[in-house]
Structure formats: C-alpha cells, structure tokens
C-alpha cells in the first residue's frame, strides 16, 4: 500500500487530495506519479476505473506555473463524457493551486468555447476533432504547452482519430512531456509512442486485477419474453446502491427505461441519438444519484467513469467477449467488489461460453427468481432500515405518539403494518419490449430472428426516492445504508467504503 503523503507531492496538492478524502493511491498512482514528476515521458497500460485520471492529472498540476497565463497542458480525450469528467476531476485536483481547466468539445457552442478560452486556462481537456479546429483557427496557442496527455488512445484509435491526434502534437513544442494511457497497445498506438514520445517508461495494470478478479459473475438462463420480469426482480433481490443496464440497440434501451419508469424504478436511457444537453443531463442526474439505472449502449457508454457502479446488468448479452468485459469494467472499481448479471437466452449459450474462455472465469448459474422472492429482498430492505433507524438515529420526538399507538394495538401488528406501508410491492403494470435478435458474434455467433412487440407482465417495484451519494444509499421504501450478501450477489457497502481511493 502507498499513501499519496509518501509520493513527495507539494502541501497544496496533498490538501485537495485529502479534501476528496483520498489516502491510499491505486497501483498505477503509485507507479506514474513519481515518474511523471521526475518529467519522464510515460505510457501507462490500464483500463478505466484504475485512477489513471490522478496518476496523470496530479503532476500536470504539479508543474503548472500559476504566474504565466499561457497553456501548459492539454489533455486529449476520446468522448465528449470523458473530456468533461476528466476536466472536472483535474479541477478539483487543482483546486488549491486554483488551477483554470477549461473542457472544449463538439456539440457545444464554439463561440461559447473561444470567450472561455480568452480567460487563459492552464490545462485544456478535450476531443481531438475540437481541439484541432481550435487550433487551426489559431484560438489555442501550444507555443508554451509543456505536458501532453493522450488518455484511452486505443478508443481514439478505434474511433478514427489517429490523424487528429498526429496534427495536434505535431502543432505541440517537441521539447515537451507525453503521457500516454491505453488499455491495450495496437501497432498504430505504438507507431505514435516511437515518433512522439522520448525514450517511454511502461507502466502496466494488469486487467484482471482491475475487473474480473473483483466482480463476481452470474448468468440467468431464460428465454426473450421473460427477461424484464428477472431484471425487474433481481433489482428488488439485489436492492443496487448504482446500477447499469446494457441493451444492445437504441431501441432497446429506450423501451428498457420507459418500462423500467412504468414499474416504478428511478432509471433513463443514454444512446447516441440523444442530443449532448440530454447525454449530460442524465450522466449528471446518475452520477448524483437522483436516479439509481442507467440504461446504455456500448458505444453511449464509452468513455464513462463513474464511481460507486454496483451491479451491471447485461439485458441482453453483448456481441463479442471484449465487449462483455469492457461492460463489466464499469463495476468492480479501486479494489472495491461488483456484480454483474448476464441474461443469456438458450441460442445464445454459445456465446456464454466464448465469454467464459475470454475471461477464463466460470460464471455462477442464478435461478429465475420469484415473485414472492422480489417481496422478501424488499421487506429485508425495508427491515435493514428500520433496525438502522433504531440504532442510529434520535427517536425521542417520535416516542410519545408511538406509545399512544401501542396503547391501541399490539406491537407484532404495529411493526407489520410499518413493514406494509414502507415496503413498494411488485407491481404489474404492463410494459411494451420489442424482441431483439439473438447476439451474434464477431467471430461468427448465432443469426438474429424477426423483432416483434411483447407485452409483459409480473414482479417488480414501486420506488419513490434516489440515493444521495455514490457510496451510501437513501431509497424511499427499501433502501438501506448496509446490503448484505446473499446468493443473487448482494454486497456490503457504506459510504465511507468508496471514497477511499480515485476512481478516476
């Protein structure tokens, strides 16, 4: 274990990070930081969610000269949701030094950009499409950028920006640092480490150690029409602090949050389809927890980087094994656990098991869960809370009326009906869901049959509040600040629990 007060950092630096309430840096923190601070052009090998975001953005900061308002770093990230993440974890980063980090990207007002870009940031974070028209139209000025960061270059890659990235650092001063992260090392990333980079030191985080290892896997075995009922009960089982749904179309995921509404759940849908005012909305409402499912797309998902995901639901299973465990990545963060459940139909089985020979993990088989076991993980839910109110909380202005009330009725009666009245019941409404074809590999998988539209039916819950924090859970009927395991992946957590390293 290293703590960020043992990597030499500077007072300022060390009061933000312990304002965040960090101590413990992540193995890739640990490793980059005090090579980074030394000026060494590093490539760092790691996924998101292993806090690559402060193993970078902590020396940047670092070497920012608060007298000079010229631009000194830039950031290149691959999506619009991780520019904007990333520019505001570095600002709290900087937030002693009172460091100016501006974000630009497409989709927002450029005009609107230029008047933010005449108050002389010091660090600029954005897509490489954005950042290159500022350049060519001379609204960015690289003669004095001294740090570069090129974050998920193999997403760039895969997204076609290799040309940009090359015309922005061949516009960058070559007497400079370059930092380059990215989960995997394709020949063209590596082409762009040997004509840009200085003699690099690699960095590597294994990906087991980041995902896998610490998520545990489950796969419910069931046919098309009956995958709504199961997720809608494995939520009431499960009770997740923050969870994210995968369907694999837009269509899918806009039907998946309207009847996941229906039925009570605090959930919306990101695609690509959705204009940027809406993607931030919802990214913002979700990273708050004013809603507790996020239903997504592999490609709206990308780039995301959000703390405190506890269970991720693959509603329908993804395409090919990489993109299953790029989906699960998104729990299981900064050595916390996570869960993840995938609803695999019986076509689909062989792609069960290409997933399982990727991954080298057998997944544990889940039975379909019941509706009258939907009802207990809610009245558990809903019992956690009383006994935590009991035991945590001061009841004395409660306690007159609740002897009137004894005086009444009997105590097994009065407990019943508070359980009754507290506890959302499954709820039937009817929901609309279009079939979708069976997934298909890359590598050759299963063929798709005609979609049609399915009515459905059974368990679920009525949800009235949202959870407060990432770590600690505040639900209107059922919630509770401690879930304990139970065989459909339930975990422990507390808000203390996730805020003990970056997750960035």
Known sequence: MTLFSELGLDRTSMKSIEKMGFEEASPIQAQTIPLALEGKDIIGQAQTGTGKTAAFGIPLIENIDLSSDNVQGIVIAPTRELAIQVSEELFKLGYGKRTRVLAVYGGQDID??????????????????????????????LGNVHTVVLDEADEMLNMGFIEDIQSILSNVPEERQTLLFSATMPDPIRKIAERFMKDPTLVKVKAKEMTVSLIDQYYVELRENEKFDTLARLLDIQTPELAIVFGRTKRRVDELASALTIRGYMAEGIHGDLSQAKRMSVLKKFKEGS????????????GLDISGVTHVYNFDIPQDPESYVHRIGRTGRAGKHGAAVSFVTPRERGQLHAIEHTTKKKMEKLKTPTLSEALEGQQKAVTEKIVNTVENEDLSLYLPHAEELLQKHSAIDLVAAVLKSMTKEPDASPIKLTDEAPAGSK??????????????????RSSGGGRKDYGGAKRTGGGSTNRKSNGYGNRSSSTSSNRDKINK
């Open 443 to 460: 590598r050759g998988g299963y063929k798709g049959s005609n979609s049609r539209p399915r009515n459905g039916s059974g368990g679920g």
């Open 112 to 141: 609107r950009q230029i008047r933010a870009l005449k108050k002389n940031p010091h660090i600029i974070v954005g897509t490489p499409g954005r950042l290159l028209d500022h350049i060519k139209r001379k609204n960015i000025k």
């Open 291 to 302: 809603i507790d499912v996020l239903v997504a797309t592999d490609v709206a998902a990308r």
